[in-house]
């Protein structure tokens, strides 16, 4: 049959989509600017970028899946975006990455993967002053690494951390680069719009070949397609339209395939399949995935089924060694979301997946090297033996083929390694290279003690492994011995002997220790190996055989039931060892305390999503004695902090009654405290409590907040300011643009002059037409601001470097004036923002294009106070709540922090935003922390928080998304709710300021019907708490100023929620005056309740329900009627019918009854009694006989 009458096999391949609860879940991924993928994967692990900086990686198992936690162990890479990264083709745990900080490190991911926070890495190399861009593997040689920075392109020798060979012939930035599959050329791809094939270990180092590429200096890719001679590009061409190119070597210059696609902005990822010819091209912000067929002729590129689905982050391909080959997987696609990674698995469809189909997989390449780096440069080409993807053919079964192959353990620089001689043949040691140095993975459990002891796989003995530099026993590590003969012949001797004499990895002995530990009775670990005992202090032990003799086969690593099993039955072994009462040198009890803590947290690990989430829920508040756990035994751990009812399952009641033996101290107390509570309240009557009842703040799925499901409600329409005309939207950037007091609103109006319309808020409605009078000001308003303590006052800067005070009359602005109160003049050049003092009335802060801040006093129209140390313009400036700080943020990406009245320079500084579009600052939790509004270098706004005291680094990042628009904050100290929005936008987002991470809690967003120009927060004096009302603000449209409402839903709203209004500061009256500010004095103002006259409290009604069950009916000569307000008689509460009630009340609900009682015929047979029924001896012998039966 001709070709092109032949269908391929691959034709039909349609991407199955899996359901979410198979995906990877609630990351947070942020868009970075660089030239890698953003994610990579092996047979074993996938790695991806996270958080909004891009520095960190999240490292997960390649079969993960579900929600991950915001506080999963991160690979806390680099201190700069992470720009590239790639697995070793040889070691599944071995990942290099490279970053904009101009490093390239090496990690060694365990095989149980991340189970802590990583920042520390085995080996890191250097490109000066550049960052890097690409990070590479060698196809086929063992511990070599390419890397790319700008012009310059390095290969390195890991082994020895040594650079082996470097070209920097490049004429300009290095896109992209690819290997030849048989590792002889390189490709690559570069900002020039040249493409080039280098040999990198020819004597001149230079290009074998090089033509035009995509006429764009944007993103271009180069992947080679298998062992062809044969490239593949992605690019841009002349007018920004997306290609892709085929060249063959043999005619370079020319293209054999060119296919234009579509005019997006994003690069084409390819990535190819050379054992089917598959090839998928995933564009950068596209949500489509397209899959093509490469062919040898025309038509070169078939098109397949198209994958449409989330936008896309990034993409990588899975190994052939980790695909489910008997459901016909044929290749396997991680696409990278902003808040997901989805397995796409590429499925070709079979009538049955009963057998292996070996049409469908050829032999893959394998992943044992047979040459090492320098092998390699001395010119050894050797292909990497192929392996059967056919589960009959491998050990493992239908399992994936996921070898444990393990990076290197940390190096040591050969200067480092030099002994006291320091010689030649010091040197010639430490530079040689050595297997046993660079594979290494912690010995099993349990043989901790051997003291450098090693089994040997050759033979039933053991050894000690020295450094032959220093002569320091070596930590006891050994690996696993991947390289299996395949009949082929090594090329040097000195390899081979080295590869014979890697030691087995301690996973062969899994299963015999596992069955060790779990005949011991209390999860000991036991030193008797057949029978014989150790010696510890010995050097050798020739005479000890190997603990299991399956050791030289591989078993079936534990599944997670054993392993649950395991530990359930330590942990009774455990709890019946401690009735036993073994001597204290049988058992040590901070195994065990540590063995229970750890059996609480893997007890809740294993449950399932519903059964955490129920226990987490049924939770009361942690309790602690801490009085009590001083008195407990020094050779005992502390007593883990435990919720009340937390664990319902009889296993682990088990072990709360083992920790509860070990601290009786603590319910002695607690039941002491109990006995005393109970004898006041029966001494004297119960008081109504007046503390809040603690909520529980956290949960394993995240903070709970009490203000969690706010809601943002517009006022009605008749208290609606309508029909403005001519708003502003010309204003300056470091202006909100709208200010409000609780008397009166200021809007900025378009046209010449300046003008600022003041509108009553008592005069609501739709405004007459006609001329609407304002203050003008005759040049351009830049900042304004209404006085916190005078609601009348309302002071405006201008661009001429004046700022004008104008007082406005009592019933309003009746016809234009220009007039202003007062004039302050000192700034040399236009002026950014001016704020009020929060606590000291007549002061007034400004900041100006002069570089300068000047505190003004506005009792004497007097500057009083200049703060320099700005070279930059100034964005945004907050004083702290107790106003002794302020704090400003900067174009020059700084923050600072200044102390008026004792230095004229910053006191602290720190990094701030990096773009340069416009930031806002503002103060939270009591002035301990700073929230800093801003926006990134790809123009996404972000949200960082710094500790006050510590600017050097933020505690947390949050990117929102990308808008022009400024985010203006809005911090509310009572709920600590901080609300964000900006000009033109239609969502005020919400976030909780905690103390603890992530610092900043996502709160439920608040999405108006229209876009806003700006936002006004009122003050605290103004909300309707009995509405549940803990917030309001005036939104400003393009035509109206609507009153906007945030409340939290409540059941008993009709109490006052006292934890949800704590006493409020007084803000709107002075606490200070001007003068005392200026002399140093400092001053809290005062806290004043918001509770409604007439209200109750909902912590006394909860209080004294809680109180009421417990109460004996015995105290009912009391007077007071329990859960009313005091002085009240009534027999109802909030809750239900009171039980506490007076004899007097009891007298009136007797003659109530007995009056309805006369006039009323009360009927007390019900109509069932008059029909008939069984008799009850019929009952007792039917029951009988079912019993019989």
């Known amino acids: 049959m001709a070709w092109r009458f032949k269908a391929s096999k691959y034709k039909n391949a349609a991407p199955v989509v899996p359901k979410p609860e198979a995906c990877i879940r609630d990351i947070s991924v942020g868009s970075y600017q660089t030239y890698g993928n953003n994610i990579a994967a092996s047979a074993a692990f996938m790695a991806f970028n996270v958080d909004h900086n891009g520095s960190s990686l999240a490292v997960l198992p390649i079969d993960d899946c579900g929600r991950k936690s915001k506080t999963m162990p991160l690979l806390h890479a680099h201190t700069d975006t992470v720009t590239d990264m790639d697995f070793s083709p040889f070691h599944d745990g071995l990942l290099a990455t490279g970053s904009q900080d101009c490093l390239v490190k090496l990690w060694h991911i365990p095989e149980k993967g991340l189970e802590e926070s990583l920042s520390n890495a085995e080996c890191t190399f250097s490109h000066k002053q550049r960052r890097v861009e690409t990070v590479c593997f060698h196809p086929t040689a063992d511990f070599l690494l390419t890397t790319t920075s700008y012009t310059t392109l390095t290969l390195w020798d890991i082994s020895s951390e040594k650079e082996m060979l ?23 791809s570069c900002k020039d719009k040249q493409v080039r094939i280098l040999d990198p270990r020819l004597p001149a180092n230079s290009f074998t070949h090089m033509a035009n590429s995509h006429q764009s200096i944007k993103d271009s890719r180069v992947v080679w397609l298998g062992d062809a001679n044969r490239i593949l590009t992605t690019g841009f061409d002349s007018g920004r339209q997306r290609e892709v190119f085929i060249r063959d070597l043999r005619n370079f210059e020319d293209c054999e395939k060119s296919l234009v696609l579509d005019s997006s902005t994003g690069i084409l990822i390819p990535l190819y399949d050379p054992d089917t010819g598959m090839l998928f091209l995933a564009g950068k912000g596209d949500t489509t995935v397209s899959y093509l067929e490469v062919t040898d002729r025309e038509p070169y590129l078939i098109e397949g089924i198209r994958h449409n689905g989330d936008q896309t982050k990034g993409a990588c391909l899975v190994p052939k060694r980790a695909l489910a080959v008997m459901q016909g997987e044929v290749n396997r696609l991680l696409q990278l979301t902003s808040s997901s990674v989805i397995p796409i698995m590429y499925q070709v469809p079979r009538k049955s997946y009963r057998d292996f189909h070996a049409d469908l997989f050829p032999d893959t390449t394998g992943c044992e ?30 399992s994936p083929i996921q070898q444990p192959r393990l990076g290197p353990k940390p190096f040591t620089p050969p200067k480092l390694n030099f002994s006291s001689g320091s010689g030649e043949d010091d040197i010639k040691a430490t530079t040689e290279f050595s297997f046993e140095k660079v594979f290494s993975v912690p010995v099993a459990p349990g043989h901790e003690a051997m003291n450098g002891v090693l089994p040997n796989r050759h033979g039933n003995s053991w050894h000690t492994i020295d450094n032959e530099n220093n002569g320091i026993n070596q930590s006891p590590y050994c690996v696993e011995n991947d390289f299996q003969d395949k009949g082929e012949e090594c090329l040097d001797d000195k390899c081979k002997k080295t590869i014979d004499n890697i030691p087995s990895s301690p996973c062969k002995d899994s299963i015999g220790l596992f069955e060790e530990e779990n005949k011991s009775g209390v ?3 036991s030193e008797d190996v057949s029978g014989r005992d150790a010696q510890p202090n010995s050097g050798s032990l020739e005479d000890l055989p190997l603990s299991s003799p399956t050791s030289h086969r591989k078993p079936k690593t534990p599944s997670t039931a054993e392993r649950r099993k395991f530990y359930e039955k330590r942990i009774s072994s ?94 002695q107390r607690q039941q002491s405290q109990e006995q005393t509570a109970a004898g006041k309240s029966q001494d004297k009557k119960p008081e109504p409590v007046t503390t809040p009842t603690p909520k529980r703040t956290s949960t394993v799925f995240g903070r709970v907040s009490k203000f969690r499901h706010l809601k943002g409600t517009p006022l009605h329409k008749s208290m609606h300011i309508e029909n403005i005309r001519n708003v502003s939207r010309q204003i300056s950037g470091e202006c909100d643009g709208f200010h409000a007091n609780h008397e009166r609103v200021a809007v900025p109006l378009s046209g010449p002059g300046g003008k600022i319309a003041v509108f009553e808020l008592s005069k609501t409605g ?17 900042d304004f601001a209404w006085d916190p303590f005078n609601c009348k006052r309302l002071a405006v800067a201008c661009d001429d470097g004046t700022i004008r005070l104008w007082l406005i009359p009592k019933e309003g602005l009746a016809e234009p004036t220009n007039e202003p109160h007062a004039v302050l003049a000192g700034h040399s050049e236009k002026i950014y923002f001016i704020k009020f003092h929060p606590l000291a009335e007549d002061v007034l802060a400004s900041g100006s294009y002069d570089m300068t801040i000047r505190i003004w006093d506005l009792a004497t129209h007097t500057e009083r106070i200049v703060l320099q140390g700005h070279t930059d313009q100034m964005f945004s400036f907050a004083w702290s709540p107790c106003g002794a700080y302020c704090a400003t943020v900067s174009k020059d990406s700084k923050l600072r922090v200044y102390k008026p009245r004792s230095k004229s320079q910053a006191v602290r500084e720190g990094r701030g935003p990096i773009g340069s579009r416009g930031a806002r600052v503002v103060w939270a939790l009591e002035g301990r922390f700073i929230v800093v509004t801003g926006f990134d270098k790809v123009s996404e706004r972000q949200i960082q928080i710094f500790k006050a005291d510590s600017l050097s680094v933020p505690l947390n990042t949050v990117g929102l998304d990308v808008s022009p628009a400024i985010l203006m904050p809005f911090y509310d100290e009572d709920s600590s709710t901080l609300f964000l929005t900006g000009k033109g936008d239609s969502t005020i987002y919400a976030f909780e300021v905690t103390e603890e991470a992530p610092y900043l809690c996502p709160l439920s967003h608040h999405r108006c019907n229209s876009l806003h120009q700006g936002l006004s927060f009122l003050p605290k004096s103004v909300c309707d708490v009995s509405n549940v009302e803990f917030a309001r603000a005036l939104r400003l449209t393009n035509n109206t100023i609507e009153p906007l409402s945030f409340t939290v839903p409540r059941i008993k709203s009709d109490l006052f929620q006292d934890d949800l209004f704590p006493p409020t500061k007084v803000t709107w009256k002075p606490t200070l005056t001007s003068t005392q500010w200026f002399q140093g004095m400092d001053k809290q103002p005062p806290r004043q309740s918001l509770k409604p006259d007439g209200m109750e409290c909902l912590s006394g009604a909860q209080g004294v329900a809680g109180s009421g069950e417990k109460s004996s009916s015995k105290t009912s000569g009391s007077t007071a009627v329990s859960g009313s307000l005091p002085g009240s008689q009534q027999p109802y509460n909030h809750l239900g019918w009171n039980s506490d009630i007076t004899g007097a009340t009891k007298e009136k609900q007797e003659q109530i009854q007995r009056a309805v009682g006369s006039r009323m015929e009360v009927n007390l047979k019900l109509e069932q009694d008059g029909m008939e029924g069984v008799d009850e001896h019929e009952w007792v012998s039917v029951v009988f006989l079912n019993l019989l039966k």
């Open 766 to 782: 739709k405004l007459p037409d006609g001329v609407i009078p304002t203050l003008v000001h005759g040049t351009n308003i830049m």
């Open 369 to 398: 090297a047979q040459l090492s780096a320098a092998q390699w440069l001395q010119g050894h080409n050797v292909p990497v033996p192929r392996i059967s993807l056919d589960p009959a053919k491998r050990s493992a079964g239908e």
């Open 166 to 188: 470097s070209n920097a012939e490049h004429s300009d930035v290095i896109q992209s680069l690819s290997w030849k599959k048989d590792g002889t050329l390189l490709a690559t």
């Open 523 to 525: 999860g000991l670990h």
């Open 574 to 667: 455990v709890a019946n060892e401690q009735d036993l009462q073994l001597p204290a040198d049988a058992l040590k009890f901070d195994d065990v305390d540590d063995k229970l803590e750890d059996f609480e947290r893997a007890s809740v690990q294993r449950s399932s999503i519903a059964e955490r989430r129920r226990m987490y829920e049924n939770r009361s508040s942690s309790v602690q004695e801490a009085g009590a756990a001083d008195k407990r035994s020094p050779t005992l751990s502390p007593t883990p902090l435990r919720r009340q009812d937390s664990f319902k399952n009889s296993k682990t009641c088990a072990v709360d009654e083992v920790a509860n033996k070990r601290s009786p101290v603590a319910i």
